[in-house]
């Protein structure tokens, strides 16, 4: 699955594709906003972990996994 991360007051978002579902991810987020200065933890598909302050995040958005499609647009 393709995550996205809007983070507050950055003009980046953090990307990255996971082997977790949806479910699993939001229960990341609710356990880490649970303990107050707790980091979110997700595992990308490489095995890497991103740390994330989930007071910092804006926005959530996931999706399925890339198609690997390429095009141009005119």
Known sequence: MDVRI???QSPRELTFETDSSAEEILSALEKARAGEGALAAFTDTKGSQILVN???IAYLEMGAKAS????FVN
Do not use: F
């Open 6 to 8: 809007g983070i507050i």
């Open 54 to 56: 989930p007071d910092s």
């Open 68 to 71: 690997g499609r390429v095009g």
